[in-house]
T-cell receptor, first 117, second 114 residues
């Protein structure tokens, strides 16, 4: 069965600190996608990144970076120099890939990040 | 392009009433998903469609829930009769499975059943 675990329920940091959100996944599939979504207090779900299982290169986008390691089944998310606007719940998700069919997302329980000024 | 559109944004109804949630996916997307978010269960998939055909409805809680996608630009999720435990935020998402599998979410419908 597929499963995503975000062990950190809540994290609180002070502005400008770096913070890493952990994500560990389980799947028997050899082909899959991993995602991160942000849910700010307003409630919408904002897509941040998608990574496929064949691409283990780390990715950086501005203050955001992602570390994908298949050996440890982890897909961690780091925010550098955090800002108050980063305060949100962050979800890691796993998607199976079925030929010619969309894949459903299996979400972790989310990590609530609070960035204090 | 407009994102995924959901209506209504908020719905308050009494137990036993029928509730219909609506979703318009992003134009050109061929997969549509209905998710539910609760404090207890987090985000969970209810059902998804490919090319308007239901593919996986294993997450639909019970027969009180039904979903349809009569065409590529419209889907409904119906609860009849509604119960207080159905109170949740219901999200619709769409994706282009032939391109990138990225699911884009609507703003959600917050349902309260009293």
């Amino acid at each position: 069965a597929q499963k995503v675990t975000q062990a950190q329920t809540e994290i609180s940091v002070v502005e400008k600190e770096d913070v890493t959100l952990d994500c560990v996944y389980e799947t028997r599939d050899t082909t899959y996608y991993l995602f991160w979504y942000k849910q700010p207090p307003s409630g919408e779900l904002v897509f941040l990144i998608r990574r496929n299982s064949f691409d283990e290169q780390n990715e950086i986008s501005g203050r955001y970076s992602w570390n994908f390691q298949k050996s440890t089944s982890s897909f961690n998310f780091t925010i550098t120099a955090s800002q108050v606007v980063d305060s949100a719940v962050y979800f890691c998700a796993l998607s199976e890939v079925i030929y010619n069919q969309g894949g459903k997302l299996i979400f972790g329980q989310g990590t609530e990040l609070s960035v204090k000024p | 392009d407009a994102g995924v559109i959901q209506s209504p944004r908020h719905e308050v109804t009494e137990m036993g009433q029928e509730v219909t949630l609506r979703c318009k996916p992003i134009s050109g997307h061929n997969s549509l998903f209905w998710y539910r978010q609760t404090m207890m269960r987090g985000l969970e998939l209810l059902i998804y469609f490919n090319n308007n055909v239901p593919i996986d409805d294993s997450g639909m809680p019970e027969d009180r829930f039904s979903a349809k996608m009569p065409n590529a630009s419209f889907s409904t999720l119906k609860i009849q009769p509604s119960e207080p435990r159905d109170s949740a935020v219901y999200f619709c998402a769409s994706s282009d499975r032939d391109r990138d599998h990225e699911q884009y979410f609507g703003p959600g419908t917050r349902l309260t059943v009293t």
